[in-house]
Nanobody
Framework: QVQLVESGGGLVQAGGSLRLSCTAS????????MGWFRQAPGKEREFVAVINWSDDSTNFADSVKGRFTISRDNAKNTVYLQMNALKPEDTAVYYC?????????????????WGQGTQVTVSS
C-alpha cells in the first residue's frame, strides 16, 4: 500500500505563505495522481489541488487559483503545495491523497490513500 506523510502546516498571518510537503512510500506506481484536500470544522472535505504523475498537469479549486501551486519531486517521491496570499478562510486541516481510480479529479472517492493531515491556521 501507499503511505503518505505530511508536513509544513502551522500558524500564519493573513497574506503570508506556507509550503506543505507530502512524501509517499510504497507502491506509488499504481496511482494516477496526487491531490490535496482540506476540511474546516463543521464543513465538508473539499478539493484543493491535484497533479498527475504521467504528465505533471495540474488542476485547482476556484477558491485557490492564482494563489496556490502544486508540484512534485520524483527523486524525493514528494509532492508540494505552495500556498501564497493566505486568507482566514484557508484555515483547515490539509490532507494529501493518492488517486487510484479514473474518477474526476475533485472527487475524494477516487483517492484511496490519505495522509494524517496537517493543520493550517491563518489569522486575521
Amino acid at each position: 500500500q501507499v503511505q503518505l506523510v505530511e508536513s509544513g502546516g502551522g500558524l500564519v498571518q493573513a497574506g503570508g505563505s506556507l509550503r506543505l510537503s507530502c512524501t509517499a512510500s510504497g507502491r506509488t506506481f499504481s496511482s494516477y495522481a496526487m491531490g490535496w484536500f482540506r476540511q474546516a470544522p463543521g464543513k465538508e472535505r473539499e478539493f484543493v489541488a491535484v497533479i498527475n504523475w504521467s504528465d505533471d498537469s495540474t488542476n485547482f479549486a476556484d477558491s485557490v487559483k492564482g494563489r496556490f501551486t502544486i508540484s512534485r519531486d520524483n527523486a524525493k517521491n514528494t509532492v508540494y503545495l505552495q500556498m501564497n496570499a493566505l486568507k482566514p478562510e484557508d484555515t483547515a486541516v490539509y490532507y494529501c491523497a493518492a488517486k487510484i481510480s479514473g474518477r474526476v479529479y475533485y472527487d475524494p472517492r477516487g483517492y484511496r490513500y490519505w495522509g494524517q493531515g496537517t493543520q493550517v491556521t491563518v489569522s486575521s
